[in-house]
């Protein structure tokens, strides 16, 4: 099972920028996906971006469309999120996961389908 740590959370005003990373090792996920989940206090847990790994397609939440970029490194087993024009409302711990097979747009964001997930990486957003 792949083994997954998350990096590069911190404090940021709004309005500024900040770039995740998620490093996976010990196992295989290139014919599966990579999906960044945040976690607001008393919130459930919400799909923010994906990238399927083989063909590189991308998906993102509403929410953070056209903020957001979520990309890979094949040579160094790294998912990104880069992250703009950061809100107070996306403070929250950050999560990546990963999931195997295919998913379906209706399924994108279903944590139940994701089997690998890393202990977090807090972000903070200040107004």
């Known amino acids: 099972q792949v083994q997954l740590v998350e990096s590069g959370g911190g404090s940021v005003q709004a309005g500024g920028s900040l770039r995740l990373s998620c490093a996976a090792s010990?196992?295989?996920?290139?014919?599966?996906?990579i999906g960044w989940f945040r976690q607001a206090p008393g919130k459930e847990r919400e799909g923010v971006a994906l990238?399927?790994?083989?063909?590189?397609?991308?998906g993102y939440a509403d929410s953070v469309t056209g903020r957001f970029t979520i990309s890979q490194d094949n040579a160094k087993n790294t998912v990104y999120l880069q992250m703009n024009s950061l809100k107070p409302e996306d403070t929250a711990m950050y999560y990546c996961?990963?999931?195997?097979?295919?998913?379906?747009?209706?399924?994108?964001?279903?944590?139940?389908?994701?089997?690998?997930w890393g202990q977090g990486t807090q972000v903070t957003v200040s107004s």
């Open positions: 996961a990963s999931a195997g097979g295919h998913l379906t747009f209706l399924h994108r964001f279903n944590k139940s389908r994701y089997n690998s």
């Open positions: 010990g196992g295989s996920y290139s014919d599966g996906y």
């Open positions: 990238i399927r790994i083989r063909t590189g397609d991308t």
